[in-house]
């Protein structure tokens, strides 16, 4: 018996020392940023401030920001203080666009759903960008071509937005694009009214190690109790009921499975594995992705789209060709 184990044991380590050096590049090697060079404001971006003012941010030459590819300054301006109201909202999950091409793709398609649905806030669920790049964010720019200057967007981190190497960190330029999110010890999260007494958005960091997940769910806890709003809306990159491997993200689930369960969360929204489920547990939790590539062998992207109508939360899913996936309701009783 201690022989089979042994070897077992033998096994397993030999077999996490070849996985690792086969997938060494991809988990731990950040490729060189190719040169870029910034001559006047461009990738104007309206989004939130943390007290869910709006704000303009854009960047242009200058040297506070250094990357291998090149510099930058980073500039933001407050348009209105807290009093927008939204009660129609659109969700994509991940985009990454993987170069320019695809980049002019993703903007016929959103420009498609944005004139079909007049969403007046934008959430996205993470991975946004390829890699931490200037040339990945110019894609970004393609994507949302005219609408990220008229309608706020509401990004949250996720894997690709995180810089390789055995010490995980979040790359900077997020935060300095969008200030709600702040890069502190708990990590980057964030708490937006969207809605004053109806809709509240709250963000977790699900790409961040065990201790500050549960970090987090502390403070998400703490959070959700301040909240009044009728419909509570969590987004995690990582799902917290995987669709795949049923321990896949098992550390996110228990810091904030039972944390929304018992605070009122009424819908989960997620992205990172490329597909599409919703699944009821307590709440309700959508998967989702808008990317061009796929884990489940289909040629589709989905988006979301949340409507507030009286105590009713009506949750719309639809394909990229604008069809109905599924639909319903979700009731407050307050």
């Not at 030999?14 to 190719?34: C, M, Q, S």
């Not at 987004?235 to 944390?259: C, E, Q």
Request: a neutral charge; proline letters at 4%; hydrophobic letters at 40%.
């Amino acid at each position: 018996m201690k022989k089979k184990v042994l070897i077992s044991l033998t096994l397993l380590v030999v077999f996490g020392i070849v996985l690792t050096i086969e997938r060494y590049d991809a988990w731990f090697k950040n490729l060189p940023e190719p040169a870029y060079s910034i001559t006047s404001p461009q990738n104007h971006v309206l989004t939130y401030e943390s007290d869910t003012s709006l704000v303009m941010t854009w960047r242009d030459a200058g040297t506070t920001f250094q990357s291998s590819g090149g510099t930058a300054s980073f500039h933001k301006r407050t348009f209105s203080t807290p009093s927008s109201i939204c009660r129609r909202i659109l969700v994509l999950g991940d985009i990454q666009d993987p170069d320019d091409e695809q980049a002019f793709v993703t903007q016929s398609i959103i420009k498609e759903i944005v004139n079909r649905h007049h969403p007046q806030a934008i959430l996205q669920l993470g991975d946004l960008i390829e890699r931490p790049m200037q040339c990945a964010w110019d894609r970004f720019s393609i994507a949302f071509d005219s609408i990220d200057t008229v309608i706020p967007i509401i990004p949250i981190l996720g894997n690709h937005d995180y810089l390789k190497g055995l010490i995980h960190k979040p790359e900077r330029r997020p935060f300095l694009v969008f200030p709600y999110l702040k890069q502190t010890n708990i990590a980057a999260c964030a708490h937006l009214t969207l809605c004053p007494d109806t809709l509240d958005i709250f963000i977790v960091d699900s790409n961040r190690d065990v201790f500050n997940l549960f970090n987090q769910g502390l403070w998400l806890e703490n959070e959700l109790k301040k909240s009044s709003a009728k419909f509570k809306i969590l987004l995690s990159h990582h799902p917290l009921y995987t669709t795949r491997f049923p321990l896949n993200n098992l550390f996110v689930r228990m810091a904030f499975s039972s944390v929304a369960a018992d605070n009122g969360v009424s819908l989960v929204l997620s992205g990172h594995e490329h597909t599409y489920s919703h699944t009821f547990h307590t709440f309700h939790q959508i998967v989702s992705h808008f990317s061009s590539k796929s884990y489940d062998k289909s040629d589709s992207r989905y988006y979301t789209i949340l409507e507030i109508d009286g105590n009713a939360l009506k949750t719309s899913v639809f394909d990229k060709s604008n069809s109905l996936v599924e639909s319903f309701s979700i009731i407050s009783e307050k």
